[in-house]
């Protein structure tokens, strides 16, 4: 939990709900704005990973943003008249920022 809260942090922005229900090395809330992203430490180890989708005001500017703190980061993907991009925290997980260019 310590890695995967500090990724969210401090590479992408988030900021802790102030209301945290539980202690932070089980349970992190993060306020996205419109909802909120919740990370829940597991019981026993998960071998499966999976996706969290971010929709995002400006892709590019979250794009732009993430690679001047040093990540290495894929082109910008075409969804129509949308954009994403994919990239994984410190548990693998896959995070994909989607939305207007």
């Known amino acids: 939990m310590k890695a995967v809260s500090a990724f969210y942090r401090e590479i ?3 900021l802790p709900d102030t209301g945290q229900p539980f202690d932070e090395r089980r349970f992190l809330r993060f306020d996205t704005g419109s909802c909120q992203l919740c990370l829940h430490r597991a019981s026993k ?7 969290i989708v971010l929709h995002v005001a400006s892709v590019r500017t979250v794009h732009e943003n993430l690679k001047a703190k040093g990540l290495r980061l894929r082109p910008l993907e075409n969804e129509g008249d949308k954009a994403c991009f994919d990239i994984s925290d410190p548990e693998g997980n896959r995070i994909q920022f ?3 260019y």
């Open 12 to 14: 992408v922005g988030l």
């Open 45 to 51: 180890p998960n071998g499966g990973r999976q996706k």
């Open 98 to 100: 989607w939305g207007d």
